[in-house]
């Protein structure tokens, strides 16, 4: 069984970091991607970082680039987000996802297929 969990979340004023991961496991595929996705109260979905696991070319939003990172430990099976200079918003619950297929150069609307999801983490930014 595929399994998505994602941890890290959390309440945190604005400016501040936080460090969101996403351990996989059941998935057997060689070449996918991750992808973290947020979706606010009363906001649809947006996608906010990816990244290949086959060859880790990442991909971010405009709205986070040269603040949010996104990485993996194919070791542990986990993708980091690592989260600086935090707004209010950010504030949204994250969940990750598996895309079982994606466009090279990957991007952010450029995945395919997801169909595997974590339950999401939520993350406060206070003003």
């Known amino acids: 069984e595929v399994q998505l969990v994602e941890s890290g979340g959390g309440l945190v004023q604005a400016g501040g970091s936080l460090t969101l991961s996403c351990a996989v496991s059941?998935?057997?595929?060689?070449?996918?991607?991750i992808g973290w996705f947020r979706q606010a109260p009363g906001k649809e979905r947006e996608g906010v970082s990816c990244?290949?696991?086959?060859?880790?070319?990442?991909a971010y939003v405009d709205s986070v680039k040269g603040r949010f990172t996104i990485s993996k430990d194919n070791a542990k099976n986990t993708v980091y987000l690592q989260m600086n200079s935090l707004k209010p918003e950010d504030t949204a619950v994250y969940y990750c996802?598996?895309?079982?297929?994606?466009?090279?150069?990957?991007?952010?609307?450029?995945?395919?297929?997801?169909?595997?999801w974590g339950k999401g983490t939520p993350v406060t930014v206070s003003s």
């Open positions: 996802a598996i895309a079982l297929y994606y466009d090279r150069p990957i991007t952010i609307t450029g995945l395919h297929e997801l169909r595997y």
């Open positions: 059941g998935f057997t595929f060689d070449d996918y991607a």
């Open positions: 990244i290949s696991y086959s060859d880790g070319t990442t």
